[in-house]
Every structure is written in structure tokens, then in C-alpha cells.
């Protein structure tokens, strides 16, 4: 069963080998950290992805799509090392093509 994710919020996100889980409510603020310090996050709303992002460098941020269908669409910082700002249901955005 999925979890059950508020807009407007943000959580940790964890990739271990095999599968993509949406972790536990963090702040805004935390999000960020976590983001500036390598470590991937998730929110539902595009625009919430986006928006941390660009709080985080002064540059915009690159817009990845899902690389596979069970995978997430996702912002990420132009800074080094920097984490994903993941968004939306596994395989928005995805082509097949």
C-alpha cells in the first residue's frame, strides 16, 4: 500500500539497491540541509521540488523525468554533491519512447 503524503510537505527519501522509499515528515528547513548535504528528499507538488531546489543555489536547477517507470521525476541543484529534490508518482513523466 503506498504511503500516504500531504502536498506542501516534504519527507526523506531512500534509495537502497532494489526499490525507491518515501521515508518519514521532515521541515522545509531540514529538506534543505539534507538536499545541500547529498541526501535525496521527496514532496508530492512539482512546484514545492522546484522551489526547494532553487532555495539551495543561486543557480536553476536541473529538471530530470523519471530514467524508468517506477522511478521519480526530480529537481536537483547545480551545487557539488548535492542531492535530488524528487516529485510527483513513480513514472511521471517517463517515455517510453
Known sequence: MPKHVRDGAF?????PAS????????SEKVAQLDVRFGR????PRRSDAKS???NISP?????HPAHKSLYFSHYYPILAKSGHVFYGGRGQNFDTA
Open 11 to 15: 519527507y526523506e527519501f531512500n534509495r
Open 19 to 26: 526499490h525507491y522509499e518515501v521515508g518519514r515528515e521532515i
Open 40 to 43: 535525496d528528499v521527496y514532496t
Open 52 to 54: 526547494l531546489a532553487k
Open 59 to 63: 543557480f536553476p536547477p536541473i529538471w
